[in-house]
């Protein structure tokens, strides 16, 4: 990675919290605000862990995705739950000023001021994914999401996946998996506003490392950040 580059990690949907003033809607969804629709199981933790090996800035936000999703643009279907989608519009209008742009312009805000300094932004968006999704089950530990037609995250993921397979050789990692780089979210935005001088990353971990514990988690995420050190040249490769 060359010095003239800055790196951001972030995560969008790092907690289930719900405000008071809008508790009283979620009363028959407590179990959802439990699993992984009501948040990224254990991407928050990880998250932390990129960037303090990085000694990257880290925004996050632990407002529960089913009061409105971060990671989705204005005007999508996903971008209010079924306990949210039926507010007035001038309460979900409430939501988006209190919740939704303050995350997401902190970050744009970032990206601006890398690229004003004349610096390439590498932005990781840390999330995570259900083991089993409809009956399926995911077979994979590890996903790196990015834009198959930009060869600068093409690369990156590439690279970093390298590193993360030395490193341990019986993860499962996959490209654009269980998710497609390209779809609606924050680095899909970024992309477009922004160009070539930003590179967005999203990073997808198995939930099956929360749900084995806190020490399965941390161990995926040193061994993550391990990688992400090595990867960016701070540390000697493991290859």
Not at 33 to 42: E, P, V
Not at 199 to 225: C, M, P
């Given at each position: 990675m060359s010095a003239s580059w800055a790196l951001l990690i972030t995560c969008e949907h790092g907690g289930a919290d719900i405000p008071a003033a809008y508790a009283p809607l979620?009363?028959?969804?407590?179990?959802?605000?439990?699993?992984?629709?009501?948040?990224?199981?254990?991407?928050?933790?990880t998250a932390r862990r990129l960037a303090r090996a990085a000694h990257a800035p880290l925004l996050f936000s632990t407002t529960s995705r089913m009061l409105v999703d971060l990671n989705r643009s204005l005007g999508h279907p996903g971008l209010f739950s079924e306990a949210t989608k039926g507010l007035p519009r001038r309460d979900k209008d409430a939501i988006l000023a209190t919740y939704y742009h303050p995350h997401?312009?902190?970050?744009?805000?970032?990206?601006?001021?890398?690229?004003?300094?004349?610096?390439?932004?590498?932005?990781?968006?840390?999330?995570?994914?259900?083991?089993?999704?409809?009956?399926?089950?995911?077979?994979?530990?590890?996903?790196?999401?990015?834009?198959?037609?930009r060869s600068s995250e093409k690369t990156f993921c590439r690279a970093w996946m390298r590193?993360?397979?030395?490193?341990?050789?019986?993860?499962?990692?996959?490209?654009?998996?269980?998710?497609?780089?390209?779809?609606?979210?924050?680095?899909?935005?970024?992309r477009r506003r922004f160009g070539e001088?930003?590179?967005?990353?999203?990073?997808?971990?198995?939930?099956?490392?929360?749900?084995?514990?806190?020490?399965?988690?941390?161990?995926?995420?040193?061994?993550?950040?391990?990688?992400?050190?090595r990867t960016l040249g701070r540390a000697a490769s493991c290859r």
């Open positions: 979620f009363g028959d969804w407590r179990d959802a605000l439990a699993s992984h629709r009501g948040h990224d199981l254990g991407a928050l933790e997401r312009d902190a970050v744009a805000a970032l990206v601006a001021e890398g690229i004003d300094a004349g610096r390439t932004v590498l932005h990781i968006a840390s999330h995570s994914f259900t083991p089993r999704l409809g009956g399926v089950t995911r077979h994979c530990d590890v996903g790196f999401l990015y834009d198959p037609g590193e993360l397979a030395c490193l341990d050789g019986d993860l499962i990692l996959r490209r654009n998996y269980p998710y497609k780089g390209v779809s609606d979210g924050l680095v899909t935005a970024l001088r930003y590179l967005g990353v999203e990073l997808e971990v198995n939930q099956r490392f929360a749900l084995g514990g806190a020490e399965a988690l941390a161990s995926i995420g040193e061994t993550l950040a391990d990688a992400l050190q």
